[in-house]
């Protein structure tokens, strides 16, 4: 899955692709370098991100999923907690719905889920944006998280949600210390073994800073990134959301070679 940020303030790549020419050219890029689904947001998930209202979070996504749709046939993920996103994002022509709420931040989110039918990711965070990194605390950050997704499971099953269209992800990043995420990596074969399509978002994440303190700058992480990647897909992950689609790809593909 090959991000774009259609966002002035994302942690990695905010405001380049903000212009339409600018998200169009990279969204062909990742299709050429191999991407088989598209994310695509219009408003910034990184700790301390302020709220964008629906209107400038549709004037930024939609131009861009009908301008993809018109000449290529690739899946389209929309990234929002907006139930009105995702709704004229699905009516664009997206067919995947991915919520870092989980169905959570608006009480008719479940509902729309089920009336759109597209696959939903419910992923997990503790929090809300502003202040999900201050101090998060679990007493079993791997059970809780698998406890809050089973829980939004159902949430979305008794709202109409077909089970073959749910997507759990354990959200790195989102209200978790640098051990928070190791351990949810590490339990990777446990959130599979749920029965899901497991999606994983590390790409350029902070916690490779905690591992590799040079790694300061967002775009030095790729070394880091590609590493979850390959533990990700040895783990069984469905998906892995990435920035770096070509460089993943390789190490995808090589790594299954070997393993042949
Ligand atoms: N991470 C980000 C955004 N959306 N969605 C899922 N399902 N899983 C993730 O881990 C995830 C996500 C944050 O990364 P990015 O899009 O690069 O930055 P920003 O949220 O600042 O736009």
Redesign the pocket.
């Known amino acids: 899955m090959g991000?774009i940020?259609v966002?002035p303030?994302?942690?990695?790549?905010?405001g380049r692709f903000l212009a339409a020419d600018a998200a169009l050219a990279h969204a062909r890029r990742l299709i050429a370098e191999g991407a088989d689904i598209l994310?695509i947001?219009g408003?910034?998930?990184?700790p301390g991100?302020t709220a964008v209202p629906e209107a400038e979070e549709l004037a930024r996504v939609l131009p861009l999923i009908v301008a993809i749709r018109a000449e290529s046939a690739v899946p389209i993920s929309i990234?929002t907690v907006k139930p009105e996103v995702a709704h004229a994002a699905v009516l664009a022509g997206a067919t995947m719905w991915?919520?870092?709420s989980a169905l959570g931040h608006a009480a008719d989110a479940p509902a729309m889920a089920a009336e759109l039918g597209c696959e939903v990711?419910l992923?997990h965070r503790l929090g809300e944006?502003g202040t999900m990194q201050d101090d998060p605390r679990y007493e079993d950050v791997v059970a809780e998280v698998e406890a809050f997704l089973l829980a939004r499971v159902e949430v979305a099953l008794a709202a109409g949600v077909a089970r073959e269209k749910l997507?759990l992800?354990?959200?790195?990043?989102?209200g978790k210390t640098p051990e928070h995420n190791l351990a949810l990596l590490r339990a990777l074969p446990r959130f599979v073994a749920l029965g899901f399509p497991v999606?994983?978002?590390?790409?350029?994440?902070r916690f490779i800073a905690a591992i590799d303190p040079a790694a300061t700058d967002?775009a030095d992480r790729l070394g880091g990134s590609l590493a979850v990647a390959l533990h990700g897909a040895r783990a069984g992950v469905a998906a892995v959301?990435v920035?770096d689609v070509r460089e993943t790809v390789q190490a995808l593909t090589v790594s299954a070679a070997l393993l042949a």
């Open positions: 991000i940020n966002t303030d994302s942690f990695s790549d905010g994310d947001g408003e910034s998930t990184r991100a990234d991915n919520d870092v990711v992923m944006p997507w992800d354990p959200g790195i990043g989102f999606l994983l978002g590390a790409s350029r994440k967002a959301r920035h």
